[in-house]
T-cell receptor, first 113, second 113 residues
């Protein structure tokens, strides 16, 4: 089974609107971490946000928030007030207790002016 | 967070040649990793760079093709040897410490012609 599943290969959002990028995960560990990264066309991987499995509050970092639903094993990224510079690939990732890291296949986000 | 400098940022190489990619971190880190991202794909872990000893390679990757050095806790190199067009990818170094985040260098976009 896939450890990280991102079911949206491509998404479009109007500038200034909010968008949700989906991510589900599969693990039997009790302790794990969930990450989101942004990859612009330049190729670098930019860390956006982190959620620990024991964190009770959803993580937020500026316009980014992580909608963590542990029972459903989902960790969706919400970007509020989209900007043109948000157009990029977005990868969801998970770190398990053994320090193994798994990446999803990514979602390409395009912000429309 | 640590600052990671990866060089070169991009290169175009002739088949049969080798390219060495450098990853320099501005502080000592416990773990350094090398990833490959083939066009349109997600990230695949090549190996864990171990300080002062041989790297630990993932299935499908061998030392003769991807020799790695890590002479100290702030620096590592990855060499892509005897290149073919199939090696055209983005190569990324990543660091992790005993904290939660995982950060990446700027990536090296390699094209083999």
């Amino acid at each position: 089974a896939q450890k990280i599943t991102q079911t949206q290969p491509g998404m479009f959002v109007q500038e200034k609107e909010a968008v949700t990028l989906d991510c589900t995960y599969d693990t039997s560990d009790q302790s794990y971490g969930l990450f989101w990264y942004k990859q612009p066309s330049s190729g670098e991987m930019i860390f956006l946000i982190y959620q620990g499995s024991y964190d009770e509050q959803n993580a937020t970092e500026g316009r980014y928030s992580l909608n963590f639903q542990k029972a459903r094993k989902s960790a969706n990224l919400v970007i509020s007030a989209s900007q043109l510079g948000d157009s990029a690939m977005y990868f969801c990732a998970m770190r398990e207790r053994a320090n193994q890291f798994y990446f999803g296949t990514g979602t390409s986000l395009t912000v429309i002016p | 967070s640590a600052v990671i400098s990866q060089k070169p940022s991009r290169d175009i190489c002739q088949r049969g040649t080798s390219l060495t990619i450098q990853c320099q971190v501005d502080s000592q880190v416990t773990m350094m990793f090398w990833y490959r991202q083939q066009p349109g794909q997600s990230l695949t872990l090549i190996a864990t760079a171990n300080q002062g000893s041989e790297a630990t390679y993932e299935s499908g990757f061998v030392i003769d093709k991807f020799p790695i050095s890590r002479p100290n806790l702030t620096f590592s190199t990855l060499t892509v040897s005897n290149m073919s067009p199939e090696d055209s990818s983005i190569y990324l170094c990543s660091i992790r410490d005993f904290g939660t985040e995982a950060f990446f260098g700027q990536g090296t976009r390699l094209t083999v012609v």
